[in-house]
């Protein structure tokens, strides 16, 4: 039998359901960026080695460019665009935008969710910690200090003690 | 002056910090237009070729294909980013990766399917791989043909010297590109008690910008518009419009934020064919690079090759220098961005030393087939610190002496005239200042500690370099800025800078703010769009602070000047009694007598505005930036790996506009500069010049488990030439870092590395080198 060349298919992004006819080959980046335009969602390398791509897929941070869009059917997915937005923002988002640990940006929304995992499973990791946890995602403009400590101060936001 | 600022010297967050934060900020590539055809490059597979036949017929007609261009179908018509001196595509092909055809398509997948059955016949040529093979006699050609004509753009340096004999860049005559000479060295090496020879070989890099390029176009009604990752729009606005045989108003070029840039996105191929498809097929056309595309179609740090002679007096005097430099200028017929960078090479470190009377440094930019290099993040001056630094470390310790003493006794001073600036005086030198205090903070003293604490095969060691950068007055720079007050009383500011993520526009508008007198949040505006801002050469040379912001302040101060105009007028005063400040105007003595700026814009007819402008070719004083780096290092020498233990970064930044904005950019720069030191390199096959990890991964940036905490330290002692004493310092940070961990490494282990990155192999090599001259 041959295989199929293009699916329909439906996907659970930021808590709605939206149902896209794609081809085989489409990455769950593809469709994210090019057909549901949430581009908050980059992409760097093409193959699962900078982590500009990261999303939430059922709270684990994943590589949206090495996950085919069809593997993400029945997956609970979250963007940037569902974490927050400018009127109300997640601690995270917060502490990255004030405190100047998002630079250019472009990392920006891969190192928040890779954050975000993080604190719902270890709601107060230590700078190693961080470090390990975020060590998918890369960034060429901070020297990654500010990025820690943002990561940190929203973690005590969120623990209460802000 | 400090305790009066609103603004200016506030670590205020930045302005598009949360829509950065929560991905609602629109990049180039973040633009979807409806019925939006996708674009793909057909790139060579050869380093030097001939187009023999081009056969696109299988392409055209596959489902989903809009159009495809070959090198017969673009106008013949010259462009660049530095002059005129490429077509939008060629006959002749120089690198592997350079620009065939592109086809545009409904898809990205259906567009590379279409690229795979373009049909090229290629007649290969003989390549050059290296610049010291280069420049033989017997070397092939890397260009053979070169445009009839290329038109220098005004305001650029050297532009008489262009020849194309041989393949050195530069000189008609032949002989190197550049010749900084003064004095006589070999003079100065007789007279000199010590001398060292060194040669340095440092590797190519990639700036790596985490966004990859993007072009959207739009043609209609013979206007353009191009949403691009470029930080040159107003150069890719007058390439477009030549290449498209439009007047420059008819094209629009928005490229408002960037993911990273440093320097190389500048207009390039992929722009100009963007536009002609949208043209041709009458759909906005998109194309975004591949990481591997913006590996090769970039603007990479050259590869170079120094071979250094210094000598000096046992007194610390610094008598002679004599350097010759290889450096691969990439595939540009006239030299593209290279040729600037080997002036710079060749007088900038000679201005720091400046009290060496004897100097000879020719600089060879050699044309390669390779990709192009260029203007990365401390152009010029990464290439040259490290060998300079190094060899400065080596002739302290030779005569015994302090090395930062040594580099002290030598430097440059205010008042002294400038090499790298030909006709300035320099302005203000806080070196030693920045020197110090960072000496201080890293503890500079402690080194004569580590001996006894060393254990074992782990050796500890503490270097500096010190550093000069420019902060922003380039020579050829020119900035205009508009601020404007509407009837409803809004501040904006239109400036032409692009953010590759230094948040320049927050910095700008703290200064507009400050001169106004009203908050941060009352200013307002838009960046890098053609269509709405005043030119600006780019932000180039960490110059948007600086040039940028002279312009910015000055357009401010000329609103305040008509506001304060009009007032006196509607009130009845005289300008000198009134007081200006929180968006209103009022009567010093009378301060309820007041109007606020909305009911003067509609006074004055709708709006006020004011222009101002900064050409760095008016001012006699030229500003530069300074800086020492420091790293305490461990080295294994079991196994060449090195620990950074610590890495404080000192600079005179004149005046922190945004002091959280600036240790920003002072603990970036730092970061990617070691990433220079020790990992980074981009490598080609040296038969067939294929690039050999093209890849982000294999790129070795540093991650977030490879920097320490880098400490910044900052020197605010002000800046005469721009009215808040800001100077910028987004690039110069990266310098001294490798140099720095180079020195650090010869004062843990005897053991001078010459070659960059320094990864473990390089090190072991120079352990067992200087084992073998110690024994």
Known sequence: MEPEESHKIALKINGHVHTVEIDSNWTLNDVLRNRLDLTGTKRACDYGGCGSCTVLMDGVDVYSCSILAVEAQEKEITTIEGLGNSESLHPLQKSFALSYAAQCGWCTPGMILSAKALLDRNPNPTEAEVRMALSGVLCRCTGYTSIIQAVLEAGRVMRGER | ?775
């Open chain 2, 1 to 775: 002056m400090s305790a009066e600022l609103l603004t200016v010297g506030q670590s205020v967050p930045p302005i598009y910090g949360i829509e950065k934060a929560t991905g609602a900020l629109r990049f180039p590539a973040d633009i979807n237009l409806p019925n939006m055809l996708w674009m793909k490059i057909l790139r060579s597979p050869h380093a030097h070729a001939r187009i023999v036949d081009v056969d696109a017929t299988a392409a055209e007609k596959m489902p989903g294909v809009a159009a495809v261009i070959t090198h017969k179908d673009v106008p013949h018509v010259l462009f660049g980013p530095y002059q005129n001196e490429i077509y939008p595509l060629d006959e002749e092909i120089r690198f592997v990766g350079d620009t065939v055809a592109a086809v545009a398509a409904k898809d990205w997948n259906v567009a590379e399917e279409a690229i795979r059955v373009i049909r090229v016949t290629y007649e290969v040529l003989p390549a050059v791989h290296d610049p010291e093979s280069g420049v033989r006699q017997d070397a092939p050609a890397a260009v053979l043909h070169y445009p009839e004509s290329h038109e220098i753009k005004p305001g650029d340096i050297r532009p008489d010297q262009l020849g194309t004999l041989g393949n050195v860049i530069g000189l008609k005559e032949g002989g190197p590109t550049v010749v900084n000479q003064r004095g006589d060295v070999k003079q100065g090496f007789a007279e000199s008690d010590v001398v060292v020879e060194r040669v340095f070989r440092q590797s190519e890099v990639n700036a790596v910008s985490h966004e990859p390029r993007a072009c959207v176009a739009v043609y209609e009604n013979d206007t353009c518009t191009l949403w691009c990752s470029v930080q040159d729009p107003y150069r890719l606005q007058d390439s477009t419009a030549r290449v498209l045989g439009l007047p420059m108003e008819a094209v629009r070029v928005v490229s408002t934020n960037l993911g990273g840039a440093f320097g190389v996105k500048v207009t390039g191929r992929f722009a100009v064919l963007c536009a002609l498809l949208a043209r041709k097929t009458g759909r906005p056309v998109k194309i975004w690079f591949t990481r591997e595309e913006e590996s090769l179609d970039s603007h990479n740090r050259s590869a170079l090759t120094h071979y250094v002679k210094a000598g000096a007096k046992k007194d610390g005097s610094l008598m002679a220098l004599n350097v010759r430099t290889f450096l691969d200028n990439g595939y540009w017929p006239y030299g593209g961005l290279g040729q600037n960078i080997a002036f710079a090479i060749c007088t900038r470190p000679i201005d720091l030393y400046h009290r060496c009377p004897n100097v000879k440094w020719e600089v060879f930019a050699v044309r390669t087939n390779r990709p192009s290099t260029g203007p990365y993040r401390g152009r010029a001056d990464a290439e040259s610190h490290f060998p300079i630094e190094s060899v400065m470390d080596e002739l302290a310790y030779a005569i015994q002496m302090d090395p930062i003493d040594f580099r002290l006794k030598n430097r440059l001073h205010e008042g002294d005239d400038l090499c790298s600036a030909p006709n300035k005086i320099m302005s203000t030198v806080w070196l030693e200042e920045a020197t110090r205090a960072g000496a201080e903070k890293i503890g500079w003293q402690r080194r004569s500690e580590f001996p006894a604490e060393t254990q074992g095969a782990r050796k500890k060691g503490m270097g500096m370099a010190m550093v000069i950068h420019s902060c922003g007055s380039n020579p050829a720079g020119i900035s205009e800025a508009e601020v404007t007050i509407d009837a409803a009383g809004r501040i904006s500011l239109f400036s032409g800078t692009a953010d590759q993520g230094s948040e320049q526009q927050t910095t700008l508008r703290q200064m507009v703010a400050e001169v106004l007198g009203v908050a941060l949040d009352d200013v307002g505006g838009c960046n890098a769009d053609t269509s709405t801002c005043p030119f600006d050469s780019g932000p180039f040379s960490s110059r948007t602070v600086y040039a940028t912001g002279i312009a910015a302040s000055r357009a401010a101060e000329e609103v305040k000047k008509r506001l304060l105009e009009h007032a006196a007028n509607s009130l009845n005063e005289v300008v000198a009694a009134l007081d200006i400040g929180k968006k209103t105007v009022w009567v010093r003595a009378n301060p309820s007598k007041r109007i606020d700026l909305g009911q003067l814009a509609r006074l004055a007819g709708g709006s006020i505005s004011g222009k101002g402008i900064h050409n760095a070719k008016e001012d006699r004083l030229f500003a530069y930036g300074f800086a020492a780096a420091f790293a305490e290092v461990e080295v294994d020498v079991e196994t060449g790996e090195v620990k950074i233990l610590r890495l404080v970064s000192s600079h005179d930044v004149g005046r922190a506009i945004n002091p959280m904005i600036v240790e920003g950019q002072i603990l970036g720069g730092a970061a990617q500069g070691l990433g220079y030191a020790l990992t980074e390199g981009f490598y080609f096959d040296q038969r067939t010049g294929t690039a050999l990890n093209q890849w982000f991964l294999d790129l070795r940036t540093p991650s977030i488990l490879d920097i320490p905490d880098i400490e910044p330290v900052m020197v605010e002692l002000g800046e005469p030439t721009h009215p808040f004493g800001a100077k910028g310092c987004s690039e110069i940070s990266y310098v001294g870092v490798a140099p720095a961990v180079a020195n650090a490494i010869y004062n843990a282990t005897g053991a001078r590395v010459t070659e960059l990155p320094m990864t473990p192999d390089v090190i072991l090599k120079a352990l067992h080198d200087a084992q073998r001259s110690g024994a």
